[in-house]
């Protein structure tokens, strides 16, 4: 089973994909992650990223798809994949169609994690991240119990350099306008699920859940 999650920046979509992809033993894979870890390694692709990550444009197709398709490559053992942040607009999503079908799979489904603005706003001002495995906080809703500190593993929190001020609105703009299209992209596929994003992790997926049959 492969699945795409949906939604805008700090609708949930990473926290999701690691729960559903341990329900359903698939695949995890974060487009940004994928970007940040090539940027810190320094590799040409995460070079040739970099200043449109730090401006919070998306990156060009061809070198996001470069890296997605690589990361298809090894997806033959998996039971499945669960994509998050791509595929962002039409070229992305066609690109990938078209290669799941070489590769004799499909995108069984989409879940799109609606969720206001004005929230995402709030969600992303206050995010902090852990360093070492990525787990999210927020300073008003969801605190860490030691300012700075990781509640599961111990390491250093850290905000995100794109999750500040105007970056936040930038990112927040392009996915408005360009990738929430691709709703009616995959809704004409009969693929696409809509979830309540607003709703606590339990309950979003227990949502996502009832949708894909597993609850
Ligand atoms: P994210 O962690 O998903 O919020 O992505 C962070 C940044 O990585 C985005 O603001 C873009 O610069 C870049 N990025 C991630 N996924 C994509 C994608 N599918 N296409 C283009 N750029 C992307």
């Given at each position: 089973m492969n699945l795409i999650l949906l939604g805008?920046?700090?609708?949930?979509k990473g926290t999701q994909s690691a729960l559903l992809a341990q329900r359903f033993d698939l695949e995890p894979c974060a487009s940004g992650d994928l970007l940040r870890e090539a940027m810190a390694q320094g590799t040409p692709a995460g070079q040739q990223a970099r200043p449109y990550y730090e401006r919070g444009d998306l990156v060009p197709d061809e070198l996001m798809v470069g890296m997605i398709l690589e990361r298809l490559?090894?997806?033959?053992?998996?039971?499945g994949i669960i994509l998050d942040g791509?595929?962002?607009?039409h070229v992305q999503a066609d690109v990938l169609d078209a290669r799941l079908a070489e590769m004799g799979q499909a995108i069984a489904r989409v879940i799109y994690l609606e969720v206001p603005r004005a929230l995402l706003l709030e969600r992303l001002s206050g995010r902090y991240i852990c360093r070492a495995q990525g787990h999210v906080y927020n300073i008003k809703t969801n605190p860490p119990?030691?300012?700075?500190?990781?509640?599961?593993?111990?390491s250093e929190l850290y905000q995100r350099s794109d999750d500040t001020g105007e970056k936040i609105q930038h990112r927040l703009d392009i996915f408005f306008s360009e990738t929430l299209q691709l709703t009616d992209y995959y809704a004409r596929q009969g693929k696409l699920v809509t979830v309540?994003?607003?709703?606590s992790i339990a309950d979003v997926n227990y949502a996502i859940l009832v949708n894909l049959g597993a609850a």
């Amino acid at each position: 089973m492969n699945l795409i999650l949906l939604g805008a920046q700090g609708s949930g979509k990473g926290t999701q994909s690691a729960l559903l992809a341990q329900r359903f033993d698939l695949e995890p894979c974060a487009s940004g992650d994928l970007l940040r870890e090539a940027m810190a390694q320094g590799t040409p692709a995460g070079q040739q990223a970099r200043p449109y990550y730090e401006r919070g444009d998306l990156v060009p197709d061809e070198l996001m798809v470069g890296m997605i398709l690589e990361r298809l490559k090894n997806l033959t053992d998996a039971h499945g994949i669960i994509l998050d942040g791509f595929p962002r607009n039409h070229v992305q999503a066609d690109v990938l169609d078209a290669r799941l079908a070489e590769m004799g799979q499909a995108i069984a489904r989409v879940i799109y994690l609606e969720v206001p603005r004005a929230l995402l706003l709030e969600r992303l001002s206050g995010r902090y991240i852990c360093r070492a495995q990525g787990h999210v906080y927020n300073i008003k809703t969801n605190p860490p119990k030691t300012p700075g500190i990781c509640d599961i593993d111990g390491s250093e929190l850290y905000q995100r350099s794109d999750d500040t001020g105007e970056k936040i609105q930038h990112r927040l703009d392009i996915f408005f306008s360009e990738t929430l299209q691709l709703t009616d992209y995959y809704a004409r596929q009969g693929k696409l699920v809509t979830v309540d994003g607003t709703q606590s992790i339990a309950d979003v997926n227990y949502a996502i859940l009832v949708n894909l049959g597993a609850a």
